[in-house]
């Protein structure tokens, strides 16, 4: 028997929910989960957002942004996730201008000297329902004098079809903030850097509903753990999974999907798999 974890954060959640498979290759086996360069831009615009916010109000400018990500940058470029990306110089320029952008947008979505922060990069540990829950939430502020939880997201707004995980998993951390600080907030927030902000109401059904959602995957979990079984979930983003080199299903879909021409040409297996067949 496998031994289930300690606990559940959304985004393994949303990584079992994917493919149980993916699930156990990351979190039982540990084998490495490269995040790949945009994520990792991501981390950096939310240390850079993090520090930020710290500030006093009136000391949050664009200015001041670019002074805490030159101070961050001689550390954050010496981390092994970002070593192994391997990049040249134009690469770094391009990583670099990327955050720089990313980081810009929170301009365009709101004036950072009038967010009334309460905390950033909160870690919480909690029980939803009965399930072992940790997370770390963005920021936490106040809005008209009620509790708001904000989520940076430094990636593309997702089509419409796409967004239900994306506030399920924003709606777990206003759960927890509910569950730790017996203050319910009264809205969740996805901030797409330069894009929009996506604002859901947290009501008594929402947080209901996710919590649900979060035990249901919790069951399927300590099951599969249990069984040691792991089901493969093969589809179009195996294309994009780290552990495709050592997932038949996900080669089988990924092949497939290759030869009806429905895999985009920006797809990791691409390469992963012609490295593969030339050592073979
Ligand atoms: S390649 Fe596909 S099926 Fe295999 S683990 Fe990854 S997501 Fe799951």
Redesign the pocket.
Known sequence: MIETPQYLSPSSAATFE??P??WK?KYVDRRPDPSGKPALVGSFVHLVLEELCKLPAEARTLEQAKSIATSIWPVFETEEDYTALELNEEDVRAFKWQAWISTQGLWKLEDPKEVEVVSTEQKIVTKLGDVPFKGIVDRLERINNELVVSDYKSGRLPGVRWRADKITQVMLYAAAVKASQDETPSAARLLYLGQRILEVKVTAERIAEATDQLTETWDGVTTSCESESFD????V??GW?S??DV?E??QV?VKKRMKKKTLSAEAPAWQILKIKSQAA
């Open positions: 994917t493919c498979a993916k290759y493969t979930k093969p589809g983003l195996c999974c552990f495709i997932c299903d996900g879909e």
